[in-house]
């Protein structure tokens, strides 16, 4: 009974969420092309984290000079009673190297396990200084899922890749997701209280202006969206509108390159609006999704529209509209002789 019911589940599921877009019209023919594009951007993953952790490590030498008190998190248990100075240059000398190899053979698991490892000890030594660097945290992840890349030549080991690979992909957007979420929630918890919240006209203005106080800061963008918070107001709603349902284009592989434009713009916003830069999430964006291997080529055309979650329906009906052919007049049957 549950076997005859799993070709109906599967069904429902790409239904709602892939909306029956397939990576190409034969994916089993592209599947080769997409385990090279994926093999291709794990290397090009670890050549980037290499320079992310390069580029790290001169900040976290200055941030442990001195011995200053730890509150060790759990991965750094073990590293109790040894100095912290030392621990932090050779654990991020180990890690950068690691990723170096991990780019030269990407089949060694060994390689792939131990930047995973020696990347959570870099990230933890910040962490055990009350500070949480949120840049860290797509490296650990999509790093993690790398781990069980397998290996192989057959048409089950390249799916397999793909699928792994399709995996990170889902992680970093289901975060986007999550950070929808909670801006969606406060919103509603707003309206039921009765008070301004994220729905509010000027809920980005607002948030910009208290920022600027706050930190003594210009953005480029920032002040005129305090002047004109109803210009910001839509694009609050859209940004919140584009991170709940980011998840959603992990299973719509004609979005991937669209999505992940869009949300690099968002990051660039940030700068913008913020003076906040998010360099690495762009990177990672930039490596699994705008180059993402399941990119279907025909990606620009109307029917794509109808993959967007939730207004896909919609726009779907007025294709349908402007596809109706036009029918010449039907001639008066009863006209005079």
Not at 69 to 94: C, K, N, R, S
Not at 126 to 138: F, K
Request: proline share 7%; with cysteine; glycine share 6%.
């Amino acid at each position: 009974m549950i076997q005859k019911r799993i070709p109906h589940l599967v069904r429902s599921f790409r239904s709602l969420f892939a909306a029956n877009d397939r990576y190409g019209d034969s994916p089993i023919r592209g599947l080769s092309k997409a385990h090279e594009r994926a093999t291709q951007n794990t290397r090009y993953f670890y050549l980037a984290a290499a320079l992310y952790v390069w580029m790290c490590l001169p900040q976290w030498h200055q941030a442990v000079i001195g011995a200053p008190p730890l509150e060790h998190v759990w991965p750094l248990y073990w590293a109790a009673d040894i100095p912290i100075l030392p621990l932090m240059d050779t654990l991020g000398v180990i890690s950068a190297t690691l990723a170096i190899l991990a780019f030269w053979k990407p089949d060694v698991i060994l390689f792939r396990i131990g930047f995973t490892l020696s990347f959570l000890f870099c990230a933890s030594v910040s962490a055990s200084l009350g500070a949480i660097n949120h840049g860290h945290h797509e490296w650990i992840w999509v790093s993690l899922v790398f781990i069980f890349l397998p290996s192989g030549t057959t048409r089950v080991a390249k799916l397999s890749y793909c699928l792994t690979f399709a995996t990170a992909q889902a992680l970093v957007l289901m975060f986007y997701t999550m950070a929808g979420f909670w801006k969606f929630a406060e919103g509603i918890k707003s309206l039921i209280n009765g008070v301004p919240g994220n729905f509010s006209p000027d809920a980005l203005a607002w948030t910009l202006a208290d920022r600027m106080a706050q930190t003594n800061t210009s953005p480029l963008l920032g002040p005129f969206f305090v002047d004109y918070a109803i210009l910001a107001w839509p694009l609050f709603l859209c940004l919140m509108y584009v991170q709940i349902v980011s998840i959603v284009i992990a299973f719509r592989p004609s979005m991937h390159l669209v999505w992940a434009g869009i949300l690099v713009a968002f990051h660039t916003g940030t700068f913008l609006l913020m003076e906040i830069a998010f360099p690495t999430h762009i990177v990672i964006l930039m490596l699994l999704l705008i180059a993402s291997p399941f990119q279907r080529e025909d990606w620009l055309r109307p029917q794509t529209l109808t993959l967007l979650p939730l207004f896909g329906g919609l726009f779907a009906y007025l294709l349908s509209l402007f596809a109706r052919p036009i029918l010449p007049p039907r001639e008066n049957a009863q006209c005079a002789i």
